[in-house]
Structure formats: C-alpha cells, structure tokens
C-alpha cells in the first residue's frame, strides 16, 4: 500500500532527463540491462518502470502504485504477460499522472504542472524509443473518472503519440462511459485492439470534461 506523503508540489522533483541519467548507471538493487526504473529509487511519483527489448508495448495507465524492478504488482504482471502474448518482447509502464497511490482516491486534488510536464517528457522519450511506429496500450479504465485534471493529461498524451505516430490499442471490453479496460482483470492472453484515441479524445473525454 503506498499512500501519498503530501502534495507533490513540496517535493523536490526531478527532472526527467536528470532521473533517465541516473537510472541508466549501474545498480545494485536490479539489473539496469534489464530493467528501465525511472527515478531508480522508490519515491512518490514513477516516472517509467519496464523492460528493455527492441518491440515494446507502451502501456498507460492512470498512476503508479508500488511495483519496482523484480517486485512487479498484479497490474504489472499481467501488463508483461498481455505484452508478450502480443508479440511484444518488451513492457513500458507510464501513467496519465506519475504520482504514487495505491488507490486512486488518495491522488492529489489539483494536478502539478511541474510533474506533470516532467511526466509528458518521459512519455515522448518511450515513444521516441521504438524502430518503428510506436505501440501504446490505452489502459487506464474508469478510473480515468477519480480527477477532473486526468482528462486533461490523456489529451496531452494523446497529442504527443500524434508527433510520434502512434498507434494506439485497448484490451477487453469498454467500461459504460466508454473508457479502455484497466489490464488488472484481463485474461492471459487478451488480444490488443486498435484503439481511436483521437475521436476518444474529442468525444468521450471532451463530452465527460470539456477537454
């Protein structure tokens, strides 16, 4: 269980390329070739947690809990096996928001734009990490709904697949507001389904949140 220490706002945060730096040297907690853990300590946001490989699924979702490298949550477990049934020899975790909560009512009541910047940074270097089109996972179901400032860090997301040419799945069925399946309840080995982010985007979000 993490619950947050307080607004992240009074925490002294990292920029991402200063965490990706020091993520990248080696460890004695895990093994860095291995592993991609961004901040490379436990802490009260995450900004990426994930396996090196040259295919990855990029999956999404709301925020992070307390998975680390070798100490993978339900969520990360069946985020690595949805990944690998895919033909995906790899897994990178990020979320909407990076702050840490076990459950998604302890979040922060207003978004801070610092990690929230530093947070879209790290997104577009996971992007910026495939060969080829990169794979993104929408998989952050209802819980989507918990803060009003969610909507608004989807669409930013969503913007920035954009530059990088995106392409977007879902997993499972739609929840009744029309939000992607959270990966925790999802069979072994659910197939991905494209996933229309921009008319998610311009229609469910902008209808819910006057995105």
């Given at each position: 269980?993490?619950?947050?220490?307080?607004?992240?706002?009074?925490?002294?945060?990292?920029?991402?390329?200063?965490?990706?730096?020091?993520?990248?040297?080696?460890?004695?907690?895990?093994?860095?070739?291995?592993?991609?853990?961004?901040?490379?300590?436990?802490?009260?946001?995450?900004?990426?947690?994930?396996?090196?490989?040259?295919?990855?699924?990029?999956?999404?979702?709301?925020?992070?809990?307390?998975?680390?490298?070798?100490?993978l949550?339900?969520?990360?477990?069946?985020?690595?096996r949805?990944?690998?049934?895919?033909?995906?020899?790899?897994?990178?975790?990020?979320?909407?928001?990076?702050?840490?909560?076990?459950?998604?009512?302890?979040?922060?009541?207003?978004?801070?734009?610092?990690?929230?910047?530093?947070?879209?940074?790290?997104?577009?270097?996971?992007?910026?990490?495939?060969?080829?089109?990169?794979?993104?996972?929408?998989?952050?179901?209802?819980?989507?709904?918990?803060?009003?400032?969610?909507?608004?860090?989807?669409?930013?997301?969503?913007?920035?697949g954009?530059d990088y040419?995106?392409?977007w799945?879902?997993?499972?069925?739609?929840?009744k507001?029309?939000?992607p399946?959270?990966?925790?309840?999802?069979?072994?080995?659910?197939?991905?389904?494209?996933?229309?982010?921009?008319?998610?985007?311009?229609?469910?979000?902008?209808?819910?949140?006057?995105?």
């Amino acid at each position: 269980m993490h619950i947050p220490s307080g607004e992240t706002a009074a925490l002294d945060i990292l920029p991402f390329d200063v965490a990706l730096e020091r993520s990248l040297a080696p460890s004695e907690d895990y093994d860095v070739g291995r592993w991609l853990y961004v901040p490379n300590r436990y802490a009260d946001y995450r900004y990426i947690l994930g396996t090196r490989g040259e295919r990855p699924l990029i999956c999404v979702g709301v925020n992070p809990s307390t998975a680390a490298p070798d100490r993978l949550d339900n969520t990360l477990k069946s985020v690595e096996r949805i990944a690998l049934a895919n033909g995906y020899d790899s897994f990178l975790m990020c979320n909407v928001y990076a702050q840490r909560a076990t459950r998604p009512d302890d979040m922060e009541a207003q978004c801070n734009p610092a990690l929230h910047r530093e947070n879209m940074r790290a997104f577009a270097y996971m992007l910026s990490l495939s060969a080829g089109a990169p794979s993104v996972w929408a998989a952050w179901g209802a819980v989507i709904e918990k803060r009003a400032y969610l909507a608004r860090c989807v669409a930013d997301m969503i913007a920035i697949g954009e530059d990088y040419g995106a392409r977007w799945f879902s997993a499972g069925r739609f929840s009744k507001r029309g939000h992607p399946h959270h990966p925790l309840y999802l069979p072994k080995g659910s197939p991905l389904d494209p996933f229309d982010a921009a008319a998610y985007c311009s229609g469910c979000l902008l209808h819910a949140y006057g995105v």
